[in-house]
């Protein structure tokens, strides 16, 4: 932890659904310590569940022997805060291209694939990645929004 309300904290597990309440602990106090009201906490819970739950099923395939990385950093750009969140993989990767648009006519009925939809509508910022330690990596960021009124006219 360093001054004026930037933290990092790092988290590291096996491929354990286990650990997705103990994940969901950590973010919800961080993310209560950088002002998010309710409502984005909730959506900020369901990307962290999400992106985790990928890691641990799609990118290291349930396989305890592999890891999952979540990293979250709380700082402040342009006086605004915001939590932002890794979580890494030690899977073979994928091309974040390729995912189907779940909102297409042929996905509407499957039961997985809306994942990373839901993280990129929920999040201000994702990006997905091959991580250069290997497996795969999604950055996402979530703003504090001003209080209704409080914004210059």
Do not use: C, Y
Request: proline fraction near 5%; glycine fraction near 8%; hydrophobic fraction near 40%.
């Amino acid at each position: 932890m360093t001054a004026n309300g930037h933290h990092i904290v790092r988290l590291e597990f096996t491929s354990a659904f286990e650990m997705l309440d103990f994940v969901q602990v950590v973010s919800d106090h961080l993310a209560r310590g950088v002002g998010l009201d309710e409502d984005s906490l909730h959506w900020v819970s369901v990307a962290i569940r999400e992106s985790v739950i990928n890691a641990i099923k799609h990118g290291n395939r349930s396989d305890t022997a592999k890891h999952v990385f979540v990293e979250f950093e709380t700082a402040t750009h342009a006086d605004v805060p915001e939590l932002a969140i890794r979580v890494r993989d030690q899977g073979e990767g994928f091309d974040p291209e390729q995912v189907a648009n779940p909102l297409d006519p042929e996905n509407l009925l499957k039961s997985s694939g809306r994942g990373i939809f839901l993280i990129r509508n929920f999040m201000d910022d994702v990006q997905l990645r091959r991580a250069p330690e290997g497996g795969m990596e999604i950055r996402m960021v979530k703003k504090v929004q001003p209080a209704e009124g409080s914004e210059p006219a």
